[in-house]
T-cell receptor, first 118, second 114 residues
């Protein structure tokens, strides 16, 4: 059963704690991404990784950290430095799709983790 | 700064009607365009991708792209109450050395009334 899994589905954090969100995919996708979604808003990119052992900051990386030690896994740590971490966190991976002589990336999302700071 | 703009809605249509959702983008060099459907409390689901000017049809969905006018639209024919969701437009720029990142619009909430 292929897909992208995220755990936990719900996570509660006390102020000052670091928490780690899991993202795993068995689709053999090279690239993986982390987004944050706040109520009524679009998605904002936190970090992305195109290959193992390499990752880049997105638009809102402050207060977050990631690792990419395996192709299948891209965990996100929300550190105590993130001042407003309550949000819906979405992991995605992408495949390259050929079209008319070029290739394009199509991203697919996991089910998400809803993080609440108590 | 790349921008993708959508009317937040809600867009309300009667069951069986055509729902038309629009999206404009600022980066003239954008190359690929996507529509995602997101039900309340769930993650986005890719429903359409379009890479060249014109129309692309998939079942009840038609994506339309006009690069000269920098807009992309999604038409949903024979709308059903199950189509009620937020629709996110996403755009990818050209030669994006930064990992082929997508820029998302804020989404349009669609409500289909029985």
């Amino acid at each position: 059963d292929g897909g992208i899994t995220q755990s936990p589905k719900y996570l509660f954090r006390k102020e000052g704690q670091n928490v780690t969100l899991s993202c795993e995919q068995n689709l053999n996708h090279d690239a993986m991404y982390w987004y944050r979604q706040d109520p009524g808003q679009g998605l904002r990119l936190i970090y992305y990784s195109q290959i193992v052992n390499d990752f880049q900051k997105g638009d809102i990386a402050e207060g977050y950290s990631v690792s990419r030690e395996k192709k299948e896994s891209f965990p996100l740590t929300v550190t105590s430095a993130q001042k407003n971490p309550t949000a819906f966190y979405l992991c995605a991976s992408s495949i390259r799709v050929p079209f008319s002589g070029s290739t394009y990336n199509e991203q697919f999302f996991g089910p998400g983790t809803r993080l609440t700071v108590l | 700064q790349k921008e993708v703009e959508q009317n937040s809605g809600p867009l309300s249509v009667p069951e069986g009607a055509i729902a038309s959702l629009n999206c404009t983008y600022s980066d003239r060099g954008s190359q690929s365009f996507f529509w995602y459907r997101q039900y309340s409390g769930k993650s986005p689901e890719l429903i359409m991708s379009i890479y060249s000017n014109g129309d692309k049809e998939d079942g009840r969905f038609t994506a339309q792209l006009n690069k000269a006018s920098q807009y992309v639209s999604l038409l949903i024919r024979d709308s059903q109450p199950s189509d009620s969701a937020t629709y996110l437009c996403a755009v990818n720029g050209p030669n994006n050395n930064a990992g082929n990142m997508l820029t998302f619009g804020g989404g349009t909430r669609l409500m289909v009334k029985p």
